[in-house]
């Protein structure tokens, strides 16, 4: 389903507010003294994170009816993500891409993608312990890789306690 003249307005408004949103979100949190992980690696192109996008949602969407009817529709009507399930536990939906051809594994609305598709892996960086899908070329290294390392090399252990360390810290 290729998006028309007016789906595209409305995604290039919402991908315009959701710019903002991050940049002082970020900002924010640089200014606190926080450091998001570093992104390593490289697109494999994939796309897992196509497959079935998640959405993460606060409090009140989550438990207000109304907030989270208008938060699907939007999904829906403007991102062409149908909803396919959810995960009560962690407030996710989890919503299947109309815009995304299984067969050839491509958008067909790359150009007018959603700010949450267009920042991926890049939202997680600021998560303690980033997960990426499986397939995902990309990684997560710690702000402090480089210290982390130096005490896992200076530290009387066995070579393979160190290479265990490395791989579950994301240092390698």
Not at 95 to 108: E, S
Request: include cysteine.
């Amino acid at each position: 389903m290729r998006d028309g003249l007016v789906r595209r307005g409305l995604k290039r408004f919402a991908l315009l507010n959701f710019a903002a949103g991050v940049f002082l979100t970020r900002s924010l949190r640089r200014l606190r003294g926080e450091k998001p992980h570093r992104l390593g690696g490289d697109c494999r192109r994939c796309a897992s994170c196509c497959e079935a996008p998640a959405v993460q949602v606060g409090l009140l969407v989550w438990f207000v009816p109304s907030l989270r009817r208008l938060f699907l529709y939007w999904q829906d009507r403007v991102n062409g993500f149908t909803l396919t399930g959810h995960d009560f536990g962690n407030r996710v939906f989890v919503f299947r891409c109309t815009h995304f051809d299984p067969a050839l594994r491509r958008c067909d609305s790359y150009e007018s993608r959603p700010g949450m598709c267009r920042d991926y892996p890049r939202l997680l960086l600021w998560q303690p312990h980033p997960q990426f899908l499986p397939a995902c070329g990309y990684r997560a290294q710690p702000p402090n890789a480089e210290g982390l390392l130096a005490a896992v090399e200076s530290a009387a252990i066995s070579e393979a306690q160190r290479d265990r360390l490395r791989r579950e810290l994301s240092l390698k």
